[in-house]
């Protein structure tokens, strides 16, 4: 009779194991693309800051592939602003997603602990 609950805390304990691993590796990608948006981001904002400084009948330029671009100082005012959006959302989201994956492993070794205490209490 204790061969197969061994045999179940066996398999649980290995889901658990895989399931950390995994999770651990996800949360470790979440926080390098978190550090390259925030780095993206810091650019961002230095470039608007220093093209704020600059006078409006400055021309410049978009790069565009191999090429560059005539923009207005509005239009690239509004790009830089639209990434840096795009960066606290992505941010915002990745945190959220290593929340949740933090909080299904937490979930998982409780109920393996609930399973051992179980099979303690037979």
């Known amino acids: 009779m204790a061969t197969p609950v061994d045999l179940e805390l066996k398999k649980a304990f290995a889901e658990l194991q895989a399931k950390m691993i995994d999770t651990q590796q996800k949360a470790k990608l979440a926080d390098l693309q ?66 949740y994956l933090e909080r299904s492993v937490k979930e998982a070794e409780d109920n393996i602990r609930e399973m051992l205490m179980a099979r303690r209490a037979q």
């Open 34 to 99: 978190i550090e390259q948006l925030s780095r993206m981001k810091k650019h961002a904002n230095l470039t608007h800051v220093e093209i704020a400084m600059l006078p409006d009948s400055t021309r410049m330029y978009e790069g565009v592939g191999r090429m560059f671009i005539l923009q207005s100082k509005g239009k690239i005012h509004q790009q830089l602003q639209d990434k840096q959006k795009v960066a606290d959302d992505k941010i915002k989201e990745l945190e959220q997603k290593k929340t």
